[in-house]
């Protein structure tokens, strides 16, 4: 058995060596190392992915303390991951900042479960800026907090970017939509 397997192997090898030459299959190869990190980003189907765990069990700590009705309060359920002084507190809105201060045009991103409803959204915190630290209600939440080297999950830069100052006010939660 295994010399007739060891003999269509040894033919179908000659025959593959025979039909091609060395220069084509560096060329097919050097074409398959290029075209191998596109393939994850091509679109795929998803309908057979795991949903994520909204049971209490797979909630974080915050998530589990999350309430829905006092937005002064750090355990308001947009703040799962703000760092700073809440512009509620400091004359603004959980979605606004207070006059006389500038919502920097870039933001930092988390994603929050609305207790009330289960369900989870996608929430961009932007700095407020120009006016001098308001130095109230100051939250330091880091529900799937990153490292920095993926800046746009971190909430320890000063997100002023773009601003006529660079000067920190205070931080606003702005939901932006349903996450999966």
């Known amino acids: 058995m295994n010399t007739k397997v060891d003999a269509i192997g040894e033919r179908l090898l000659r025959r593959f060596a025979g039909a ?15 075209a191998a990190p596109v393939f994850p980003l091509l679109p795929v189907s998803r309908a057979q992915a795991q949903k ?36 509620s507190c400091c004359g603004g809105a959980v979605n606004a900042c207070p006059a006389g201060a500038q919502p920097s045009p870039v933001s930092w991103v988390g994603t929050c479960i609305n207790p009330d409803q289960g369900k989870a959204y996608l929430i961009a915190y932007r700095d407020c800026c120009g006016k001098p630290a308001c130095g109230q209600c100051n939250c330091d939440n880091t529900d799937r907090a990153t490292q920095l080297y993926v800046p746009q999950l971190n909430n320890n830069v000063i997100w002023c970017f773009g601003t006529r100052s660079m000067e920190y ?12």
């Open 169 to 180: 006010h205070c931080s606003t939660a702005v939901l932006v939509g349903a996450a999966q």
């Open 20 to 34: 091609t030459s060395r220069r084509s299959m560096l060329s097919k190869l050097g074409v398959a190392l290029v």
């Open 52 to 87: 994520p765990d909204r049971s209490l069990e797979g909630k974080t700590s915050f998530a589990r303390s999350a309430q829905t009705k006092d937005d002064t309060k750090c355990d308001y359920w947009r703040y799962c991951a703000i760092d700073g002084s809440l512009c």
